[in-house]
């Protein structure tokens, strides 16, 4: 197992790390959309901050020697469901490989966020 890290997505908020590889996968811890430059959700729109929830996983992805063409289950977190139609035009732009996905609706998030994702990905 080796744990994956990179500045270019934001630090773990609790005790877990951003990522582990296991076996020639890449499993995600779920990633917000917090700014990794600034450590805070700079954004308030569904669109905006699913956005910087793909990036984060994106740059763990790649921190990790893959890709996201590699990815092959996400499991996604929305406070309201009714931001489910956004949530996928974005998602749709970095998940190409339409990859398993589960997606539910919670009651809340860290730091007050709109959705979470979390991936697992082969490396390549």
């Known amino acids: 197992?080796?744990?994956?890290?990179?500045?270019?997505?934001?630090?773990?908020?609790?005790?877990y790390s951003q990522a582990q590889m296991?076996?020639?996968?890449i499993f995600t811890s779920g990633q917000i959309p917090i700014n990794?430059?600034?450590?805070?959700?700079?954004?308030?729109?569904?669109?905006?901050?699913?956005?910087q929830a793909c990036e984060n996983v994106k740059a763990v992805i790649e921190a990790a020697g893959s890709d996201m063409g590699k990815v092959v289950k996400t499991t996604c977190y929305l406070t309201d469901m009714a931001d489910f139609g956004t949530f996928n035009a974005v998602y749709e732009e970095y998940f190409v490989s339409k990859p398993a996905r589960s997606c539910v609706t919670v009651k809340a998030l860290p730091k007050g966020a709109l959705c979470e994702i979390e991936a697992i990905a082969e490396k390549n």
């Open 36 to 51: 990794p430059k600034t450590g805070t959700i700079d954004t308030e729109s569904i669109m905006e901050q699913t956005r």
């Open 1 to 15: 197992m080796y744990t994956i890290s990179t500045n270019a997505a934001p630090e773990a908020i609790g005790p």
């Open 22 to 25: 296991a076996l020639g996968f």
